[in-house]
């Protein structure tokens, strides 16, 4: 029986020590990377160099990582000598139930980790009904409705799935996804690309008392969390109450909306690293028309540009059909600076509100 430690997140333990209850092991330590001092509580909870030391004395005989959509972890125990390390896949959190088939992929080696993505944001719709002051993915400049194809969604989706063993959390978003008459599609399609992730319709809200019971329907038979944005023109009461008498009971009132951040920087003379090691959205992943980006910038600063007759750089996003690319070039590509990056800088916070013609460049531009 091998004697090994758990690593990664503290929230995954429990459910980590369910699935490999039903392998040979026996779990004599947890470690959580963000939580180092945590060892000082417990014997039983380690330090990342306690485990590398308690590895290289025999002490413990295999690391587990509870998260194989971060396989850096892996690859850098490996450069350290600790070979036997293993993954659990995050489709596993997903299933109720884990027979002796899904049991087959619990635990993968190192050297046979398949590539799974943590994060993926899809826009249902480009423009929004609410005019947000700042917005980020530039949908209060955009004027006509804009949607997705959604044959080359489908299309876009199943490759995902070629490339990738899981994406553990899919975020609908856009603009406004509701404003997308077709997001019931929408939701059973991503569904079926991906059945174990963790998969998100991020919405402002207002448009759910309009919404048809149909709509709630599907959003409920494909287990979809709805992630609403507490604006303080939200009416909570109203739209909570909908939700229960539609049956909506996974959903999440995202506190803390009356603060929005500006990050361009038209001048471009900012280090790309430094901005892209210091961007909290350097990891929200983008689809849109079979490329992939680290961030929704490359798609959408064409919005700012044409309004505003600059010339941000739209550089940064790979096709998920070139040749030869696979889940880890991808993964590669995204976990570096893009050429857009430059064209950002360090976030400044503002209070949330209503954009109003005309609308100055000034409400996403830093030191302005």
């Known amino acids: 029986m091998k004697k090994t430690v758990l690593f990664g997140d503290m929230n995954k333990w429990n459910k980590a020590l369910d699935l490999v209850s039903k392998?040979?092991?026996?779990?004599?330590?947890?470690?959580?990377?963000?939580?180092?001092?945590?060892?000082?509580?417990?014997?039983?909870?380690?330090?990342?160099?306690?485990?590398?030391?308690?590895?290289?004395?025999?002490?413990?005989?295999?690391?587990?990582?509870?998260?194989?959509?971060?396989p850096v972890w892996n690859e850098w125990f490996y450069k350290r000598g600790i070979r036997e390390n293993y993954a659990i896949s995050t489709r596993l959190y997903g299933m109720e139930d884990i027979d002796d088939e899904a049991a087959k992929i619990l635990l993968q080696p190192y050297v046979m980790i398949k590539p799974e993505l943590h994060n993926l944001e899809f826009h249902l719709a480009d423009h929004c009904n609410l005019k947000c002051k700042g917005c980020t993915h530039f949908s209060n400049l955009i004027k006509e409705p804009a949607f997705p194809d959604f044959d080359l969604a489908k299309k876009d989706f199943a490759r995902l799935s070629e490339l990738f063993f899981n994406i553990q959390e899919i975020h609908l978003l856009g603009g406004e996804p509701f404003l997308?008459?077709?997001?019931?599609?929408?939701?059973?399609?991503?569904?079926?690309?991906?059945?174990?992730?963790?998969?998100?319709?991020?919405?402002?809200?207002?448009?759910?008392?309009?919404?048809?019971?149909?709509?709630?329907?599907?959003?409920?038979?494909?287990d979809i969390m709805l992630s609403i944005s507490d604006y303080t023109c939200l009416d909570e009461d109203k739209i909570l109450s909908v939700l229960g008498k539609?049956?909506?009971?996974?959903?999440?009132?995202?506190?803390?909306?009356?603060?929005?951040?500006?990050?361009?920087?038209?001048?471009?003379?900012?280090?790309?690293?430094?901005?892209f090691n210091a961007?909290?959205?350097?990891?929200?992943?983008?689809?849109?028309?079979?490329?992939?980006?680290?961030?929704?910038?490359?798609?959408?600063?064409?919005?700012?540009?044409?309004?505003?007759g600059t010339s941000l750089s739209d550089e940064g996003a790979i096709?998920?059909?070139?040749?030869?690319?696979?889940?880890?070039?991808?993964?590669?590509?995204?976990?570096?600076?893009?050429?857009?990056?430059?064209?950002?800088?360090?976030?400044?916070?503002?209070?949330?509100?209503?954009?109003?013609?005309?609308?100055?460049?000034?409400?996403?531009?830093i030191g302005e």
């Open 246 to 275: 539609n049956g909506i009971n996974v959903c999440e009132l995202r506190n803390g909306k009356q603060i929005f951040m500006k990050s361009l920087n038209p001048k471009g003379d900012l280090d790309p690293e430094d901005v």
């Open 279 to 308: 961007c909290p959205r350097r990891a929200c992943t983008c689809l849109r028309n079979g490329m992939l980006a680290a961030c929704v910038q490359p798609f959408m600063i064409h919005v700012f540009n044409e309004r505003y």
């Open 319 to 365: 096709s998920i059909y070139d040749d030869g690319v696979n889940g880890y070039r991808i993964i590669e590509h995204l976990s570096k600076p893009m050429g857009a990056c430059r064209f950002c800088g360090f976030e400044e916070p503002f209070e949330w509100g209503i954009s109003k013609e005309p609308v100055p460049m000034s409400d996403w531009c």
């Open 23 to 70: 392998y040979d092991v026996v779990v004599v330590g947890l470690c959580d990377p963000d939580n180092q001092g945590m060892a000082a509580e417990s014997d039983s909870i380690f330090t990342i160099d306690d485990l590398i030391d308690n590895y290289k004395s025999k002490a413990i005989e295999a690391v587990i990582n509870v998260d194989a959509s971060i």
């Open 180 to 222: 997308n008459a077709d997001i019931g599609r929408y939701c059973s399609m991503v569904r079926e690309a991906f059945p174990y992730s963790k998969i998100v319709i991020v919405t402002n809200g207002l448009l759910i008392p309009k919404t048809k019971p149909e709509i709630f329907d599907v959003i409920r038979e494909n």
